[in-house]
C-alpha cells in the first residue's frame, strides 16, 4: 500500500505525472526539490505488472485475507485512490492493482502507440518519442541526456552490446501480455483500447495482449521474400540451405526493424517466443 501510495498521489511527491499521463522516477535534491524524469520507458510501464485477480470463491476461503483486506478498504478510505482495492464487490472477483482503471487506459495510449512504444516486433523499451526529443538534464553542472537508441549503445557504459533504450526486450514483453491477460480476466468486454493508439480499432485487452504475440513472433516468421527480420539482410539466411532454417535467439532486437542484437544464443529468456507462437497457432 505504500507503494501504491508513492507511486500513485499527487502533487509533486508522486510518480504519477498527469499532463503526460505516465509514471516517472523523481530525482530527489539535497534542498528538497522534487524533478520528475520525464523519460517515457519502461520503468513507467512496469507498474502494469503489479496486478492479479482473486477469484471470489478463493478470497472467501481466505478468512483471514479477506476480514483484513475489508478492514483496510474501510478504514484507510484515504489510500483507496492509490491501490485498486475499491473493486470488492460481494459475490465478485477481486482486481487487485497498482495502476487505477484511468491511468490503465492513458498508459495503454502510449504504449500502444506506434509513434512511441509499440513497435513491428513488440514494445520498445524506450519511447520513439525520445529521438527527437531526448531527455535532458543538468546536475552539479554536468549534463546527462538520454534519447531513443533502437540498436546497439550508443556508449560503452553497459559494455557497448547491452542497450535498454529502445530495443525490444522479450522477456519484458512476455510480462506483459501476461499482466494484460490478468486485466482481461477481470475487465472483459468492459474495457477495450484503440489498437494501435489512433485507430478506430478497439478491441479488449485480452486482444492486445494477442496482438502482442503475433507482432514479437512476426520477428521470427518468414516473409514474402523468405526473410526473418531477425536476421536482417543477411543473405546466406534467406538463401544459403545451411543457414536459412537456422533460427538465432538473439538478446534484444532493434526497436525498428526487428533486426537480433546482442548475444545470438540467448534461449535463456527469448526462448519464451515459443509459448507465444503456440498461443498464436492454437488462436488460428
Known sequence: M???????????????HEEDGFYY?????????FVPLRIRSLVG?????????????????LTGFKKRLLWFRDKRKNLGKY????????????????????RLVRILQKM??????????????????????????RVDGSAYTVGYEPAES??????????????????????????LKKYDQYYGDTLKVAFPTGSENFITLGEVAMKLSQRITSIFHKDENSRRPLHGDEERYRSDPHFRDLVLFH?????????????????????????????CWCRT
Open 2 to 16: 505504500h507503494i501504491a501510495e508513492s507511486l500513485n498521489c499527487f502533487g509533486e511527491h508522486g510518480l504519477w
Open 25 to 33: 522516477d523523481t530525482l530527489h535534491l539535497p534542498d528538497k526539490k
Open 45 to 61: 510501464l512496469t507498474s502494469l505488472m503489479a496486478v492479479s485477480v482473486i477469484s471470489k470463491d478463493l478470497f472467501n476461503r
Open 83 to 102: 491501490m485498486v482495492i475499491e473493486e470488492i464487490r460481494e459475490g465478485q472477483d477481486i482486481l487487485l492493482s497498482l495502476t487505477p482503471k484511468d
Open 112 to 137: 500502444l502507440d506506434e509513434k512511441e512504444f509499440l513497435a513491428p516486433g513488440g514494445i520498445r523499451s524506450i519511447s520513439k518519442y525520445h529521438k527527437d526529443h531526448p531527455f535532458s538534464i
Open 154 to 179: 550508443l556508449t560503452g557504459m553497459f559494455g557497448g552490446n547491452s542497450n535498454w533504450r529502445g530495443p525490444i526486450w522479450i522477456p519484458i514483453n512476455y510480462l506483459f501480455i501476461e499482466s
Open 251 to 279: 538478446e534484444y532486437f532493434h526497436g525498428d526493424t526487428s533486426k537480433g542484437l546482442g548475444a545470438s544464443h540467448q534461449t535463456g529468456w527469448t526462448g519464451l517466443v515459443a509459448e507465444m507462437i503456440e498461443r
